[in-house]
């Protein structure tokens, strides 16, 4: 892989007319150890964030031994990159096929259901293929409520009476029974886990047993981008969350079982930023080579605030307007589809053109997954940047929280 000081050099030696990803392999063993230092058990990476080859590779080289999969695409992308790493399959609904391939040919022996059915497939497999039920770890995920960008307990997990008949009946099968939640991704409200854990001990009192684990999810907040416009409150810092997290454990005693937790986002957000094209303005509107179908559809969805900082192309000789004039402009996707415009104006020099380039930063989360062939676009070059984003001059922009009619 090429590699740069920072994503203005690799634009300005590039050229690029396609999107480029610089990777920051030191912003994510930073922000890999950082929450391994914090979190008081097991950090279980959720790979379906990112599971790129390289990113996978350089958290196992930052010391991570443990990964939230969901797919058997995603138990050979973590084989490839470590030959003993432990996978946590904690993915409530499976096919009965997946689970035999994950017990089977890659030794996993936790796992997560919220139904009886889910026991069900378990049991066959686990019967079929003669594994002590004593040696795997089911997690009941439970619901919770609350807000994040992503709420997921519409989708899954099990009400609280119905998740004590399920952790009994795991329990007399012989299986070793945990409570996981996930509250869903880039959480607005710090006290969503303490409410989390409050349903887990009503759970755990009445289930007649010890409890052998607690894995709280991800869900934990990444920083995005500053909107000096916005009136929302901006996140408590993953110290603050984290300690709060850890009283609430002290406080609902569960610091006696082990602990996990799968964080996604806020490893792996900072690791990426992105370099993207002007191919057109018109007017203030800016029609950039990616968009929601490629690189920017968790922003588009989750309605993010991206920091962004203007890489103007030095052949531009002749520019219109006050450099130092920071206006928002409408920004359409490379696709022909109509719904391809971000849901948030991007906040940059008046001066912008076409053929100048964006640096977008902390885009790692659900991009580089998420992305399409839609349309014959898919962005897939890579560069290394040593300069972490945040580090470099500060970014003239960003995606404003505001709406807009442009
Ligand atoms: C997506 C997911 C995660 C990761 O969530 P983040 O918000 O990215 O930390 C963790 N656990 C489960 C079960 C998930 O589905």
Redesign the pocket.
Known sequence: MQQFENAREAALALRPDEPVYCFHPEVLKADARRFMELFPGKTAY?V??NGEPMVLKTLVEAGVRAF?VASPGEFAAVRAVSKDAEMLY?HPVKAQSDIRLALEEYGIRVIAIDHEDEVAKLVRVVRALDIDPGKVTVFVRIQTKGSAAYELSKKFGAGPAYAVELAQRLHRAGFKVGICF?VG??IEDPDIYERALASADWVRNRMGFPLAALDV????PAEYGHDPNSKSKPMPSLEEIMARLKADIEEWQFNRVPLVA?????IVARAFSLIVRVLLRKGRRLYINDGIWASLSDSWTGKLTLPARFIPDPAIRQRNGDANSIVPFRVCGATCDSVDILSRPFWLPETIDTGDWIEIGHIG?YSLSLRTRFNGFYPDTFVEVTTPFDQGEAPQSFASLETMAV
Do not use: C, L, N, W
Request: proline share 6%.
């Open positions: 959720a379906k964030t939230d904690m996930h991704s880039q999810g991800g869900g934990f799968e964080p996604g986002r806020v989360a």
